[in-house]
């Protein structure tokens, strides 16, 4: 590839429409809810089809903005994506005419950089920016570069871009992370797929997001396997078939509803949730005093123990799965300050994912945070309604749940952050009693 800056047309980031959610709080939620497809999970999927030229379909995508910003980064590759119904996506990436994914897609999501593999496997070069995504910290790429350099990718970082060309193939390896990661292993598997050869991957992420993946490579003809909790093991197809899919439930989302009926009070049934894949959460729910029953595809939470002996004070951690998921660890710290006594929070995987309960203590909760990976949460704390202001994802809906916990009336900006990954959070929240609307946001000199 040519020693020359990736773009020669000015970069204008497309305006993001300012809304906000103005809520009204101290109603117990009720009724049904339907889990949607995972975030996560479907973005990884979208990237997968890129590996063949014939078409893919996949069904219980959720309609949100990560997925709208990849699809529209396909078609900018020259990718055919089609949206014939909703919920439906169907890829056929036959001709891939342009290997530069822009500055643009980076900044709005990170996922972005899950191209690197497949891109790299089947076309044998690509130009990608450095990603952006939430600000929760420091999360490198060199785990994602390293290990498609050691299946013979040569990569060069010039500009903000990394430059990765395969002379000739992928060649299988032994590719070991210092540490896991799921997007690593993510971006890894799916450059073993096309590779010469045997890949192994270890530690491999165990997330159940990683095994839809595998199971999708598996329709495709890939031969993967997971050979231990934490390995996986891939031999190398010269090509790879279309395939259809259905996308997994989320289990961040379902975990976001198990709080909202906890800390309102309610009594609230999730249809189409992944049970099995949330036991580290669901244990801390239950040890808090939460009501929890689950069945194969539903989980029904009861929170009137809120009001009638409280909520129990507890200590949480995050870690990689089966451990407590990272971004459940928001709406959880949300849970906490309902529960009496005092409860420690030790974040282990972004150094900056605490910064977001400055905001929290805006609404009455009692919050010290020690440093980037420890806060204490003492309780219970009558949450009132005060406007704030959403940083991240997962913040974001954790403001909303604390919102919609308050007495009063609370201001949540930043609405754009939680439409990235939360399909019609808010007329999910009204189907279940919430007074919850959204609206365009007042300009700070405006404000009355």
């Not at 199971?215 to 890939?222: N, V, Y």
């Not at 989302?253 to 036991?279: I, K, M, N, S, Y």
Request: net charge negative; aromatic share 6%; charged share 25%.
């Amino acid at each position: 590839m040519a020693d020359a800056r990736p773009f020669q047309w000015e970069y204008r980031p497309a305006p993001v429409a300012r809304e906000q959610y103005r809520i009204e709080g101290g109603r117990p939620l009720g009724g049904r809810v339907a889990i949607s497809g995972s975030k996560n999970a479907a973005l990884k999927l979208l990237a997968a089809a890129t590996l063949t030229g014939e078409r893919c379909r996949f069904e219980n995508v959720p309609e949100i903005e990560d997925v709208r910003v990849m699809a529209e980064t396909l078609r900018e590759l020259g990718v055919v994506v089609d949206h014939p119904a909703p919920n439906v996506y169907e890829v056929a990436a036959g001709d891939i005419d342009w290997l530069f994914v822009p500055l643009e897609a980076a900044a709005r999501m990170r996922a972005s950089f899950i191209l690197l593999g497949p891109l790299l496997a089947r076309r044998g070069q690509v130009i990608i920016s450095n990603p952006g995504g939430d600000r929760i910290g420091r999360r490198p790429v060199n785990f994602h570069v390293d290990a498609m350099r050691a299946l013979g990718a040569e990569i060069d970082y010039r500009y903000g871009y990394y430059y990765a060309k395969a002379p000739g193939r992928l060649r299988g390896a032994e590719i070991r992370f210092p540490t896991v990661t799921v997007m690593g292993t993510e971006n890894a598997l799916l450059a073993a797929t096309l590779a010469v050869g045997h890949t192994t991957i270890e530690p491999a992420a165990r997330e159940p997001e990683v095994d839809d993946l595998i199971a999708f490579l598996r329709k495709m003809g890939a031969e993967v396997e997971r050979t231990a909790p934490d390995r996986i093991e891939v031999e190398g197809r010269r090509r790879l078939r279309g395939a259809e899919h259905r996308v997994l439930p989320d289990r961040i989302e379902a975990g976001t509803f198990v709080v909202a009926a906890a800390v309102t009070g309610g009594q609230v049934r999730l249809e189409g949730a992944p049970c099995d894949h949330l036991g580290a959460f669901l244990e801390v729910a239950g040890r808090v005093g939460v009501g929890i029953a689950c069945g194969s595809d539903w989980i029904e939470v009861d929170g009137r123990a809120l009001a009638a002996d409280g909520y129990r004070a507890t200590d949480i951690e995050t870690a990689p799965y089966p451990g407590l998921a990272t971004d459940l660890q928001p709406p959880t710290c949300v849970l906490l300050t309902q529960a009496v006594g005092t409860s420690r929070v030790h974040e282990t995987v972004f150094e900056d994912r605490l910064e977001w309960l400055a905001e929290l203590a805006r609404m009455g909760a009692d919050v010290t945070v020690h440093d980037a990976h420890h806060a204490t949460i003492r309780g219970r704390t009558r949450l009132r309604g005060a406007t704030t202001e959403i940083g991240d994802l997962r913040a974001g809906a954790s403001l909303i749940l604390a919102a919609l916990a308050a007495e009063g009336e609370s201001v949540v900006r930043g609405a754009h952050h939680v439409e990235r990954g939360y399909e019609n959070i808010e007329e999910k929240f009204r189907a279940l009693g919430a007074r919850i609307e959204r609206q365009p946001e007042i300009p700070p000199g405006e404000r009355p």
